[in-house]
Each structure stands twice: as structure tokens, then as C-alpha cells.
């Protein structure tokens, strides 16, 4: 029995071994790529980049890698109910970004420099007679707390909406609260996709829409020009859920099945007569009189959030927000782009905010932006 | 490269084993020469040649000293020898941390820092050296003799299997083994497994609690759950990740013929630091006692001396982990537990009894709160995790319930932890051959297939000890 258990090892590791080993070998002509030619030389050689970007691209291009990734995706999430690092998994299908839950306690440098730059901004486009109108984003975390099973938000990051909001209010930033809006949608409207973390289109409808309200009962009208425009939706169609890519199920997503969401794409068009007062004649050119800028939330088309935003506030809204940059840096591109005078100086800014951002540090470099002239900042309407 | 790697397990130990047993016995040390400067080389061509350089000098200062006949010249060989080590060491490892602590107090005092070159810390090069230093030593002591030739030296130096990340090997425990050792299905076997129960170690549970430490070192200010969650996770993943290490490379030396020393020995179930020193990176705790500590005057020279000898040797062993005052606070606080201990007379010799759970208790958690310190970015971050520890950021039970892959990775922190206080039972079991134990190595090349097969999915996972 002894020789056996001894063979049996050797054996065993040995063809193991040499699997491995042929796996490896197919997996030669896949490893590599023309843009490492730059390193195909004693320096590249010498530095072990090239070796690095070796291993790198085994890692990535390993024969056999889909299936055995799509297997321990599956396990894990159906023995654990887990993910990726990156996904929190709730219950009844619910994902949630790991993003949203950020620390025990909030980074206070970074939440007080991101109110700064907020507050910075305001000074900047109030010079420049630019109204700023602060969209703030709840967490999904937030919004659809009981789908979270056992995972839960600290109680410091509980308090981050509203400390955010008043913060914003005690120094005259006109922001919304969306919160109350997405809480009382009607049943079966979600204001959040399962498998996504972004907002559905009845969130992004019932943000525009609060803003548009918020708008006229401080400033009883919107300052604009407006037009008519009307409002339908594409046809249906599959989501491909930001979060479910954390979850590769890969062969076995039939076994083990996430959420199969579906959603229609809005669509805004102008009406062609339009009998509202201050309406945009044929000939006027005035540019885009509101410009919406933020993150993913506005700039992917498909949560609709910027044709909302046209079709209640009756005006051709000019989408700026960027995707994968967080909420300042587009933000910072879109003011620079004003002052130096490459788009028209427009009425006002929408800045669409997600909470989670306010408590991250942020990469924005914004020294270099000055406000033309000083003035009280004060919520304005025009 | 490292072991839990696919270039390795895919290509470089198949290929070299292969290799290995091709060759005629008399080349194997060329065979072992090259395989181990490929595998250094992987990481950087270009610092392999300080290797060879750091060989080369110290072989011949080794030579000079074994044939230099008076007493005087050996010593100055052997100064030579050290400082030129020390000298590498010194310039690779700290020349950063000292420019950057003179910078600092500059700063404080208003004056201008230094703008000097950043130097790269090579890989290994703790251990390297620290097993050059004590082959000129012993080769000065005449406790072995210098390499036969320098082939077998280099091979020694450069070594694959404890290259980068140890056991501290000397050279005197293995020069009989590079002339003359065995290789045998037994030893071949011994070294299979030893390699897989390190490579589940590593792959299989010290990465499955790196997200849980990560994410509470991570915390500006963590709860006192948060806190203690992590350091257990910490102490665990340290554990494993070091042990698995050494295990795999105690495991590739027997496939090659060569014993090596252990390196660990269940050092969480210590009664004091000071068995807590035997039990944790022995061939480090060896080194340090007999070639600084005995060398300072080890315990002859009175009680203060003593505990002064003591702390030194372990600040010294803390900087050799790292040049940031974290490492030093590490050793002072090791240091001034071995001198405390020392003054009440612990010497860690007893046998287990139930009697022993309140000292290892106490023993483990002096030894968590000096991994706060090993583990902290700098000293500015560990008081904050200090904090947490006793309470003062909050005792939200909340805190912990939304950490990365929950689930699984508590489940392997409770299985890490029950492995660590069961082994040391289930060691002293002694199991004659049987079917029982087909049927526990069977499961130990199942885990095998399952820890490659982690390996395929995970990103780049070096050894924490890689660092140092």
C-alpha cells in the first residue's frame, strides 16, 4: 500500500504536470502581440517587461481559462452567493456595486475637498450667469435596501445622503432629492435594474422630473426658451447588466440563471408646432441653453436620463456627462470648455451626482480653473 | 516568477524537472545553476548580474580566507566579505528609507530635501545575502568547509527552491548534499507532497483571506469588529502564505535530493515570544542568533547587556523585513518582549498542557498586535487600526457585513483557523500506512487539481515574504 500511495503521487503529479504543460504549450501562439515589439529589445528584455507582459497574457489567454473561470463563478455564486470583487449579491437576483457600500467610516478629507470643488464650480458658472442644478444620485444600496440580505451599509454611510444634501443647501448649491421620488414609484416600476447599478428608466424619468418640479417651485418658471418635445420608446430589448459581468457563469448560466432584464431605449423628438411662450422661432440659434453633465447615469443613452430631461423641461438638453470618469472630472472638462469658449455659455448646468462619489478621492486636477468675476452665491434662476 | 504561477507550474517545473533527470548526475549542479538564474532572470535580466557579482565576490573571499594562514588575514577577508554584503544590502534596501527619513526631518526644519535617484530593492536579495554572510562566517569559524568549486557555490547562492523568499540556508548543512545525494521515489514523493500542501496553502487559503485583510488595513478608521476581523485574517494569511511558501520549496528541494531545514513548527500555538521564536521563520531566528546575537555577546555579559543584545537583534530583524520604521517598531516590540521575558525567566521549554492555553492566548495576541504593525503602510495608519482594536472607533457590528466574497472567505478564515490549532494535534497522530492514508493523499492531489484550477482564474498572487 505504501508503493502504491508513493507511484500513485508520482504519477499523478507527473501527468498533471505535463497536462499542464501542453495546456501551456497551446496556449504559445496566442501570447504574442505586435504592440510588443517596442519591447523586443535588451532594455525591454533586461527590465522584465517583456516577461511581465508575458505572464499577463498567459494569465489572460490560458487554454481552458473560460471553463474553469465559468465554473468557479457558478460555485461561488451558488454556494456562496458571491462574485467577483466588485459585486455585493443580495437576494432574489439583486446585485449591488461593492462601490456603494465604500468604507465603515466616510473619507472626510475627500468629502469635504469634493464639496469644495462642488462649491468652486457653482462660484464659477454663477459668474458667468450659469445656473448649476445638483441632481444627487441615491445608492442603490439606498433605495432597495431589503433585497440586501445580510449585508448591510454602516450607520456613518447611512447618513451620507442627507449630510451630503444639507451641506449642499447650507451654502446655496441648488440640489435634489431624488430620494422620496424613487421610494414612492409605483409598484412594479423599479428605480434600479437588478443586475445593474444604474438607474431604470422610471428612476431617471422620476429624477427628471423631480428636478423640473424642484426648478418651478423655487423659480415658478424654467429659465429657457422651451420647446415641445415629444416623447416614445424603442422596442424592447436584453440588458446586459453591468454587475452580472461579475458573476461569470459563463457555460453554466443556464444552470444557474441570473435576472433577464429587459428595458426600451427612450426616444425625444421635437414636436414641430410648439405653442409654448418664450418658444424658439425658426431662425433663433442660441445654442443648447441647458447642458447636463455627470457620469454613466446621463452619459450612457440608454437609461435616457438626457431625453428625459428634454422632453419635461421642453428644451434640447446637450449631453456632456462621461462615462468611467466619476461626477468632477466631466464636470471640470465641461467648464473649461466654456470659459475658453469652445461651446455657447448656456442658461444652466445640470450635474447629475451619485452619493458614493462624494465620499471617494477623485483625480480631479482643478487649479487651473478661475471664476471670470466674483459674485454672492446664491440659488439662481437665471 | 513565482510558484503559484502558471508560467511555473505550466512550464518552468516540468521543463526543469525533466531537465534535471536528463542530465547526468555530475551536470546537475550546471542544470540547477541555469534553471535557477532563469528563474531569477524573469524577473529582471538585468540584477541578475549583481547575483553573480555578490557569488563571485564571495567565493572569493571564502577561498582567500580557507587558504590565508594567519589569523589577522582571515579576518580582514572576512570584514571584506561581510561589508561588501552588507554594503549591497545596505545601498539596494535602504538607500531609499534613509534618504527618505533624511528628507523628512529636512522638511520639518524648513530646509531643502535631497533629490536623489530612486534605487530598486532586488528580489531575494535579503536572503542572498544573509546566506553569503554566513558562508564567509562559518568558512572563517571553520565550521565548514568552502565550496569544493564554485560551480556548486553559485548553484548553492542561487538555488531556485529558497532563492527569493528562503529558509535562510547554510551553507554547511548542504555541501555534503551537493556532492553526494540521494534521489529515490521515497524522497521524490516526500517532496510531491510537501510542494502540494504548500501550494494549497498559498493558492487555496492564504489568497482566500487576502481581500478580508486588504479590506480592513484598508479602513481610515475600523470599527473594533473590523479590526479584530482583519488581524485574524492577517495572522492567518501571513501564516500560510509564508509556510506554504517554505513548504513548497522544502518540496521542490526533495524532488531535487536535497533536505532542507524546516522553516515552520505551528508557531501560533507559542506559550511565549520566546518559543514563538523557535517556532516562527527558524532559519531567520537561527541566522540572527548565531551570527548577531552570539557575535554581540549573546547572554554573557550580564542581565542589561543581555536584553540591549536582544533588542537589537530583533530590530535588526525587522529592518531585514522591510526599511520602514513599521519593521523597526515591529522588532523593538518583539525585542522588549524577548527582554521582558527573559527578566521573568520564561524559557518556553514546557510541554503543551490545558495549563498552556492562557500563556498561548497571550502569546498570539502579542504577536497580532506586532503584525499591525508588520502589515501597516507606516505608523500613521496602525495607530488608527490600534484604535479599532480597543473600541474607540465603535463597536458597529455593521461594519463587517458587506466585505468582499463574505461567504467564502469567512468560511476559510474559520477553516484557516481551526487548520492552525488542529495540526499541531493531528501532527502527533502517527498513522501507519493504510488505506487511510490512500485515501488522504488522494484527497491532497484532488485539492492539488482544484488549486490549479484557482490558479487559471486569480490575477498575480506574489508571496507577502516576495517583499523582503
Aim: hydrophobic share 50%; with cysteine; charged share 15%.
Amino acid at each position: 500500500m505504501d508503493s502504491i500511495t508513493k507511484y500513485l503521487t508520482v504519477g499523478f503529479f507527473s501527468l498533471l504536470l505535463f497536462f499542464v504543460l501542453v495546456l501551456g504549450t497551446a496556449t504559445v501562439p496566442r501570447l504574442f502581440q505586435s504592440e510588443w515589439a517596442d519591447e523586443l529589445n535588451w532594455n525591454g528584455l533586461a527590465k522584465g517587461k517583456l516577461t511581465s507582459k508575458l505572464e499577463a497574457r498567459l494569465q489572460e489567454q490560458m487554454v481552458f481559462k473560460e471553463g474553469i473561470r465559468s465554473l468557479w463563478g457558478t460555485l461561488n455564486y451558488w454556494l456562496f452567493k458571491t462574485g467577483q470583487s466588485g459585486v455585493v449579491v443580495g437576494q432574489e437576483g439583486w446585485l449591488y456595486s461593492q462601490e456603494e457600500f465604500g468604507m465603515y467610516k466616510p473619507n472626510l478629507s475627500a468629502f469635504n475637498d469634493n464639496l469644495e470643488r462642488i462649491f468652486k464650480y457653482r462660484d464659477i458658472l454663477s459668474s458667468l450667469d450659469i445656473s448649476l442644478y445638483v441632481v444627487l444620485i441615491p445608492s442603490k444600496v439606498r433605495v432597495v435596501p431589503e433585497k440586501l440580505g445580510y449585508h448591510q451599509l454602516s450607520t456613518d454611510m447611512l447618513a451620507t445622503y442627507e449630510v451630503v444634501k444639507q451641506a449642499l443647501i447650507d451654502k446655496s448649491v441648488f440640489a435634489v432629492d431624488v430620494r422620496d421620488v424613487f421610494q414612492n414609484l409605483e409598484t412594479g416600476r423599479a428605480p434600479y435594474f437588478k443586475t445593474d447599478t444604474h438607474w431604470t428608466q422610471e428612476g431617471a424619468y422620476a429624477s427628471a422630473l423631480a428636478l423640473r418640479n424642484s426648478i418651478l417651485e423655487t423659480c415658478r418658471t424654467l429659465p429657457w426658451s422651451r420647446a415641445k418635445f415629444e416623447l416614445s420608446h424603442g422596442p424592447q430589448m436584453a440588458l446586459n447588466g453591468d454587475l452580472a459581468k461579475f458573476i461569470p457563469l459563463g457555460y453554466f448560466k443556464d444552470i444557474v440563471p441570473l435576472e433577464k432584464e429587459r428595458m426600451s431605449v427612450p426616444i425625444v423628438s421635437k414636436s414641430e408646432a410648439s405653442t409654448e411662450k418664450g418658444a424658439m422661432s425658426l431662425f433663433d440659434d442660441q445654442g443648447n441653453e441647458v447642458v447636463l453633465v455627470g457620469t454613466s447615469y446621463s452619459a450612457i443613452e440608454d437609461w435616457g436620463f438626457a431625453a428625459f430631461l428634454t422632453h419635461v423641461l421642453g428644451t434640447d438638453v446637450l449631453n456632456m456627462a462621461e462615462a468611467g470618469q466619476g461626477p468632477f472630472l466631466p464636470a471640470q472638462k465641461l467648464i473649461a470648455s466654456i470659459l475658453d469658449g469652445q461651446i455657447a455659455v448656456p442658461k444652466a448646468v445640470i450635474w447629475e451626482i451619485p452619493e458614493r462619489y462624494m465620499v471617494m478621492e477623485q483625480e480631479s486636477d482643478d487649479l487651473d480653473l478661475v471664476a471670470p468675476k466674483q459674485l454672492a452665491g446664491e440659488i439662481s434662476c437665471f | 516568477m513565482v510558484f503559484s504561477s502558471l508560467t511555473f507550474i505550466a512550464f518552468f517545473l516540468p521543463v526543469f524537472l525533466a531537465s534535471y533527470y536528463i542530465a547526468a548526475p555530475r551536470y546537475r549542479s550546471v542544470v540547477i545553476l541555469i534553471g535557477s538564474y532563469l528563474f531569477y532572470s524573469w524577473w529582471r535580466l538585468d540584477f541578475l548580474g549583481l547575483l553573480i557579482l555578490v557569488t563571485f565576490v564571495n567565493y572569493w573571499a571564502s577561498r582567500k580566507i580557507h587558504v590565508s594562514a594567519e589569523t589577522i588575514l582571515r579576518k580582514r577577508f572576512l570584514i571584506f566579505g561581510v561589508v561588501f554584503n552588507l554594503s549591497v544590502l545596505g545601498y539596494y534596501k535602504y538607500f531609499n528609507f534613509g534618504i527618505d527619513s533624511f528628507n523628512h526631518l529636512i522638511l520639518s526644519i524648513g530646509g531643502q530635501p535631497l533629490l536623489l535617484w530612486n534605487v530598486i530593492l532586488p528580489i531575494g536579495i535579503s536572503f542572498y545575502i544573509f546566506q553569503a554572510i554566513s558562508y564567509l562566517v562559518d568558512v572563517y569559524r571553520k565550521d565548514a568547509p568552502p565550496a569544493a568549486n564554485f560551480l556548486d557555490f553559485a548553484a548553492f547562492i542561487a538555488l531556485f527552491p529558497q532563492l527569493i523568499a528562503g529558509p535562510v540556508l547554510r551553507y554547511k548543512d548542504l555541501s555534503d548534499q551537493f556532492s553526494q545525494r540521494t534521489h529515490s521515489l521515497d524522497k521524490f514523493s516526500e517532496g510531491v507532497v510537501r510542494f502540494i500542501i504548500g501550494f494549497c496553502k498559498k493558492v487555496v487559503i492564504a489568497d482566500s483571506l487576502a481581500p478580508i485583510a486588504d479590506f480592513a488595513f484598508a479602513q481610515t478608521d475600523p470599527s473594533f469588529l473590523d479590526a479584530w476581523i482583519g488581524i485574524f485574517a492577517y495572522t492567518a494569511q501571513l501564516y500560510f502564505d509564508f509556510s506554504g511558501y517554505s513548504d513548497m520549496a522544502i518540496g521542490i528541494g526533495l524532488m531535487l535530493g536535497f533536505r532542507f531545514i524546516e522553516n515552520f513548527n505551528h508557531p501560533y500555538i507559542s506559550r511565549s515570544i520566546t518559543e514563538f521564536w523557535r517556532r516562527w521563520h527558524i532559519s531567520l531566528s537561527a541566522w540572527l542568533r548565531d551570527y548577531l546575537y552570539i557575535p554581540l555577546g549573546g547572554n554573557r555579559r550580564g542581565a542589561i547587556r543581555t536584553y540591549i543584545n536582544l533588542l537589537l537583534t530583533m530590530v535588526f530583524g525587522g529592518l531585514w523585513h522591510g526599511a520602514n520604521w513599521t519593521f523597526v517598531c515591529w522588532g523593538l516590540w518583539h525585542g522588549g518582549l524577548l527582554a521582558l521575558e527573559r527578566l521573568m525567566g520564561v524559557k518556553g521549554n514546557a510541554s503543551w498542557s490545558l495549563r498552556s492555553l492562557v500563556p498561548a492566548t497571550v502569546t498570539l495576541l502579542l504577536v497580532m498586535v506586532g503584525w499591525v504593525m508588520f502589515r501597516a503602510e507606516n505608523m500613521s495608519s496602525a495607530i488608527p487600526f490600534f484604535q479599532g482594536m480597543v473600541g474607540f472607533n465603535g463597536f458597529d457590528t455593521t461594519g463587517m457585513t458587506y466585505w468582499p466574497g463574505a461567504t467564502s472567505s469567512f468560511a476559510m478564515l474559520f477553516i484557516a483557523w481551526a487548520i492552525i490549532f488542529l495540526s499541531p494535534l493531528v501532527s502527533r497522530i502517527n498513522v501507519r500506512f493504510t488505506f487511510f492514508c490512500l485515501v488522504r493523499r488522494i484527497s491532497w492531489l484532488l485539492l492539488f487539481v482544484i488549486a490549479i484550477s484557482k490558479l487559471f482564474v486569480q490575477s498575480y498572487s506574489p508571496f507577502l515574504y516576495f517583499q523582503f
